[in-house]
Every structure is written in C-alpha cells, then in structure tokens.
C-alpha cells in the first residue's frame, strides 16, 4: 500500500468510517462530556480543543488548529493527507483496499461512493428545510397575533424532533416515505409563508 496513491473516495470512506473522537482518543487524547481535550499541537494545562461531534472536525481555541481526521494525524505526525490518510488505513485496520481492484470492485467503490453523495445532499437540503421551516415557527410562536401562531404552537417540537432524527440516522430518515413527503409538503409551505396561507 505504501507505493500507491489514493483516490478522493479512498478519503471519504476514511472520514466517513471514522469519527473524530474516536481517531483522537486512539492517539491519547482524553475527551471529556463537554467534547475537550488538551491539544497536542502546543503545551497547555486545560483543556482547549473541541472535538466536535457529528464528524464535524477539532478545533483548538487557544492555538488555532483544526481539520478532519486527515488533518489531525497528519499534522500529529507531520505528514502530507495521503501518508496521513494511509496511515489511518492501516492503525485502525480498516477494509479499504486501495491496489489492484478489480472492475467490479471498482464499480462497487464508485457506488458506494455515489450513495454517500447523494446522502449528504439528502441530508443538507432536507436539514436547509425543516430548520428554516423551524425558524418561521420560532418568530410566529413569539408573536400571539401571527396567523401562523397556532401552527407554530402545533409544528414547532415536532419540526425539532424530525432535525434530531435526520441528526441521528438519516439513512432511516430517507428511507422513511412519509418523512420524504412530509418535507415536500413543509417546503411548499414554506414558500407560501408569507402569503396568508
């Protein structure tokens, strides 16, 4: 593996199999509940990097570091993305094989990898929907005149409740038909918000 490059899939699955707490808790930092640690890029006695959850990547307050899980381990070790990413391939014994696949392995990687994709924009214009849905109800729900206060009153723990759950498993999220229909009808009426209807 050492002697061959890796393909932008081969990055993704990286970062989508591993969380970045997991990866800095595996090189020795101790992560407490609020999500800090001490930052191994400079010498400090409390803690001031956050990990953030949902994969969002490390940032420290006090030295400015942050990335992905790429990064952290690259600039741990002082390696390029690549030699980092390699790197991780083989610390965490992870299934990606990166030499001599066969076409269907290859298929079967660009697929695998074109599900993500569509995933993730599963995920950012469903997430782009109920939170500016959720927005409307907040402003309505603080003003007893609006016409959309009961809606707001009616909608509003529940619109919470669907953004948690595309949070927490939105594979089930998207597979959910009623869900999926649900948000059409939310952006439709969104878009008429603020005609009086």
């Known amino acids: 593996m050492k002697n061959c490059h890796l393909c932008r899939e081969d990055y993704e699955e990286v970062k989508q199999r591993l969380s970045m ?7 020795g930092c101790r992560v407490n509940r609020s999500g800090f640690c001490l930052c191994p890029f400079h010498a400090e006695k409390s803690p ?34 690549e030699e980092a990413c390699k790197r991780l391939i083989d610390d965490f014994s992870l299934p990606i094989r990166v030499e001599d696949l066969s076409y269907r392995e290859k298929r079967e990687r660009s697929k695998r990898h074109e599900e993500y994709k569509q ?9 782009a929907v109920l939170k500016g849905y959720w927005i409307l109800l907040c402003e309505a729900a603080q003003d007893f005149a609006s016409p959309h206060f009961e809606e707001a009153m009616q909608e509003l723990s529940i619109v919470e409740y669907r953004l948690e ?29 603020h005609d009086g209807t």
């Open 21 to 27: 707490r997991q990866v800095a808790e595996y090189y």
């Open 48 to 81: 001031s990097m956050k990990i953030y959850s949902n994969d969002k990547g490390y940032y420290c307050f006090a030295c400015g570091e942050g990335g992905d899980v790429i990064k952290f381990v690259g600039d741990l070790y002082n390696l390029k993305n």
């Open 165 to 193: 759950c595309l949070r927490e498993c939105p594979e089930k999220y998207r597979a959910d038909r009623e869900a999926v229909r649900r948000l059409g009808e939310i952006k439709r009426r969104i878009a008429g918000w």
């Open 119 to 127: 995933m993730q924009k599963f995920k950012a214009e469903a997430y």
